[in-house]
């Protein structure tokens, strides 16, 4: 699956603190997922469609399954933000996310970034004590715009990101169509002010959040809410 698929998070002595191993899914990784503990719950189960979808190549991956999020201390808050660190570059990837855990804080953490559970994919591979749900979050195509707009249109997390970066009203309107994928030009006339003013916003949103594009600032957003 390559190298790649599994990462080590270490501190400056070298010493191990987490690891992560996340599958692409794609036609060479599937037979995989449909026999190994854990993934197996819920590919075995594909219907022929589902299975089509999922068989894509490698250079065009349908997801990724989170295979393990671990750490040496699970009390270690710094180890368990890797956790977050990881799902973010997914989120942005597109695709459909699907991660299995008996773990209750992880559930929970799953549930507030939108995942919801796979009926009939709940297995017990951890061991017959830990029942372990399997969540699905898919955010493919167009629907990964409609779950950012989603995830940053509460009144609380507006606020979280006024008072982190202190943008202005005005800026909020503007970072809010980003998310909804609108170019400079549409941004100005749904908000009716020249382009050349929206550019001066996203320049200064952009300073704001110390990041260099849309991409990154769209990462950013999450990492704060």
Request: aromatic share 10%.
């Amino acid at each position: 699956m390559g190298y790649h698929v599994a990462k080590l998070l270490k501190n400056q002595a070298g010493e191990t603190l987490g690891i992560s191993i996340i599958v692409p899914i794609n036609k060479e990784t599937l037979e995989h997922l449909e026999k190994e503990p854990v993934s197996r719950a819920y590919f075995s189960n594909l219907n022929v469609s589902e299975r089509n979808a999922f068989a894509v190549s490698e250079d065009n991956n349908a997801g990724w399954f989170i295979r393990m999020l671990d750490y040496a201390d699970p009390t270690d808050l710094a180890a368990r933000s890797f956790s977050l660190y990881n799902l973010f570059p997914l989120l942005l990837a597109g695709g459909k996310i699907i991660v299995s855990t008996p773990l209750p804080f992880f559930q929970d953490l799953l549930r507030n970034f939108g995942f919801q559970e796979v009926e009939g994919a709940q297995h017990y591979d951890y061991g017959e004590n830990y029942p372990s749900p399997t969540y699905l979050l898919d955010v493919s195509g167009p629907k990964l715009a409609i779950y950012l707009k989603q995830f940053t249109n509460t009144t609380y997390q507006v606020d979280i990101l006024q008072q982190k970066f202190d943008f202005t009203p005005r800026e909020m309107d503007i970072i809010k169509l980003i998310l909804d994928e609108n170019s400079n030009s549409t941004i100005a006339g749904k908000l009716y002010i020249a382009e050349v003013t929206v550019k001066k916003h996203i320049s200064r949103i952009l300073s704001k959040t110390r990041v260099n594009n849309r991409t990154q600032l769209i990462k950013r957003i999450l990492e704060m809410v």
